[in-house]
């Protein structure tokens, strides 16, 4: 007699649950139970499926995010799952319940997103902030919709003259201040005040510093990959003669699959110097020689066998600016890329050299960092 399957006999919520399960290593399984009411069948199907074709645990985590809320507004503007593939006025929809004029909407009731609609929202969960979404979170998800719908083997029509035309004309109309993930860039003086925070041989000290010097100096490495460092990644490389001082250690690091490359792409970035002997001190210390790299420490000064989570790198650094006199509200762990690229501009070096280190690919993004400060220092602005 066949063995009876595991999800035989539940419900549908019931074995949506039990399936998601089976991904929780990179899903928000804490939402597991409202995942499993919200999603359908052929959602939880579909994310089954970019797990087995090895997406990245952070863009898979986005995309269930993502999908989430849109299945969530789906139901509370039309009353029924999102249809795939989308129709032209449902993405239309989408942005005029996301992108509008506050001014035009105390005039007009009808404008914007329904109230019926923002209520059901709120009471879930998904909108917690007043007023229209930002242009890029509205972007990022229809570019995440436009996505599943292709993993679907459907074609959409999220390159449509009038959704476009939407957007632009809604971005138009209500200017917003572009917001940087990080409110202050972490530079080398701020960094230094950080570090003279880890100023013992503690267990927790050594581990920070290497952490936040790793971070900096390897470009700004996004908190994802500091935390998913693996000994495996590190090589060795020949000392670098410097003048008639001592040679500085050189280390490379391997950082496989990042947020903009593929697992086959062999990105490397090289640590040279003081960055080097703060991670061996670590290493050594830790009695590191295998896995991950950076773990969490317990309250008796324990060393976990488990990776650091990637939102831990985030409030070491927050930590370690309060204890700096400084305001943690001002800093997240984003500050380091940002601050990288704004030092390496104080310091003459390069855009293209330092793009080789911080591994952006946009030369738009990286120069918004660097251009800030050459221009804030520069002849330009200072003619009289």
């Known amino acids: ?67 989430a809320y849109l299945e969530a507004w789906g139901l509370a503007a ?11 006025a ?29 209520e059901k929202l709120r009471r879930q969960g998904f909108l917690k902030a007043v007023g229209p979404h930002a242009p890029a979170t509205v972007r990022r998800r229809l570019a995440n919709w436009s996505t599943l719908t292709r993993w679907r083997g459907l074609n959409g029509t999220f390159t449509s003259p009038a959704l476009k035309s939407a957007i632009r004309l809604a971005v138009r109309a209500v200017p917003r201040t572009r917001r940087r993930k990080s409110a202050k860039a972490v530079t080398g003086d701020v960094l230094a005040k950080l570090l003279a925070t880890c100023a013992t041989d503690s267990l927790r000290d050594l581990r920070d510093r290497a952490i936040l010097m790793v971070a900096f100096a390897s470009g700004g490495r996004r908190r994802s990959e500091i935390a998913g460092l693996r000994v495996e990644q590190l090589t060795v490389e020949p000392p670098i003669e410097v003048g008639d001082g001592p040679p500085l250690p050189s280390l ?58 990637p939102q831990s790198v985030n409030a070491i650094l927050k930590q370690r600016a309060e204890m700096a006199g400084l305001k943690a509200g001002e800093f997240s762990a984003h500050g380091l890329r940002s601050g990288y690229l704004t030092e390496a501009a104080n310091r003459g070096i390069p855009l293209p050299e330092a793009m080789e280190q911080s591994r952006h690919r946009s030369v738009q993004q990286a120069s918004s960092y660097y251009n800030s400060a050459a221009r804030r220092s520069g002849r330009a602005a200072r003619l009289l």
């Open 252 to 309: 490379a690091i391997h950082l496989g699959r990042t947020k903009t490359t593929t697992s086959e792409q062999d990105d490397i970035v090289y640590l040279t110097g003081r960055p080097v002997e703060a991670l061996n001190a670590w290493l050594a210390v830790a009695k590191i020689d295998k896995s991950s790299v950076f773990r969490g420490i317990g309250r008796w000064g324990t060393l976990s066998r488990r990776a650091l989570d």
């Open 90 to 118: 449902l993405l239309l929809k989408f942005v005029a319940h996301h992108l509008w004029d506050p001014q035009h909407r105390d005039t007009d009731p009808d404008h914007g997103m329904p109230d019926d609609v923002d």
């Open 78 to 88: 039309t009353g029924r799952s999102l249809p795939w593939p989308a129709p032209e």
């Open 1 to 67: 007699m066949p063995k009876a399957s595991k999800s035989a006999g539940l419900s549908g919520v019931e074995r949506r649950a039990v399936e998601l399960d089976t991904i929780a290593s990179v899903l928000p399984i804490d939402r597991r139970d409202e995942l499993a009411e919200l999603l359908t069948d052929q959602d939880v199907e579909t994310l089954r499926h970019l797990v087995n074709e090895g997406m990245g645990a952070n863009t898979l985590r986005a995309l269930t995010s993502d999908l």
